[in-house]
């Protein structure tokens, strides 16, 4: 299997991520504020304290998971690459990229930063990137090969491994 070739995309369509993250927050809110108003007995007024604090804990957690930045995501030949929209093709950092979930129109991407604190102001290992089809149909096909290809030998790997190959028993 041979590597892709170079590849670069704007990760500007959120769709899909930011209404599955509402279904999945309103779904969890109503789940909890039905278990609260079940049953015959009334439920004391701290367990009504609690789910108001979950309710309002997972609306906000939703909220800021679907405030997800424009990206450009590049690859290489050698490295992936990630930055702000503005940067592209020259996005600041370097990691390695892998597919957490892959729906088919859809896939979670978990970048991993080889030098997490060049360019950036907070220190994070890794950033998830929500992909979805729509809105980049045209490059949908080119990524995910991109993606999904192998990734070139590193040299240190590949050079002990010829240098064995050679050696006689």
């Not at 930011?18 to 909890?32: D, E, Y």
């Not at 367990?47 to 424009?70: E, H, M, N, Y």
Request: net charge positive; with cysteine; aromatic share 10%.
């Amino acid at each position: 299997m041979r590597a892709s070739p170079a590849f670069q995309v704007n990760l500007q369509c959120f769709a899909v991520w930011r209404t599955g993250v509402a279904l999945l927050g309103l779904l969890a809110c109503a789940s909890t504020l039905a278990w609260c108003v079940s049953g015959t007995e009334a439920k004391p007024g701290w367990v009504w304290l609690l789910a108001i604090l979950l309710t309002v804990t997972l609306v906000l957690g939703g909220f800021l998971a679907t405030r997800t930045p424009w990206m450009s995501l590049r690859w290489d030949t050698q490295t992936w690459r990630l930055g702000p929209v503005a940067t592209a093709g020259e996005e600041p950092w370097s990691g390695q990229l892998a597919v957490v979930i892959d729906l088919g129109a859809w896939m979670l991407l978990r970048f991993r930063h080889t030098d997490p604190t060049r360019g950036r102001r907070f220190v994070q290992p890794q950033q998830w990137l929500a992909v979805q089809r729509a809105g980049r149909a045209s490059s949908w096909h080119a990524l995910r090969c991109a993606v999904y290809s192998s990734r070139p030998a590193q040299l240190g790997l590949a050079t002990d491994l010829s240098h064995r190959s050679n050696e006689r028993p």
